[in-house]
């Protein structure tokens, strides 16, 4: 195995990690649209385009009018989409 595969590994592997502690030690936070355009340094268009798409970070949708998002699930999105270079 190469040393760049193994560092992707203890990556993956720390993430998840991070994960589990995110998920035990604090509580489920929900944010708006808004709130994640802000958090992402995106316009809330944007967001509407991917769920639209059906890409960007998982999201939560009991109606039309009433979206969220978990803040864990858009930072594991943000992970798994973190480009190197």
Do not use: H
Not at 12 to 29: H, K
Not at 41 to 60: E, Y
């Amino acid at each position: 195995m190469e040393i760049t595969e193994e560092v992707r590994a203890m990556r993956s592997e720390l993430v998840a990690l991070r994960d589990q502690i995110t998920r035990i030690t604090n509580p489920t936070e929900y944010l708006s649209p808004k709130q994640l355009a802000a958090y992402l340094g995106l316009s809330v268009d944007v967001l509407n385009d991917w769920r639209r798409l059906r890409r960007g970070p998982p999201f939560v949708q009991s109606s039309s009018r009433f979206v969220r998002y978990r803040r864990a699930d858009v930072d594991a999105w943000a992970t798994e989409n973190l480009v190197e270079m």
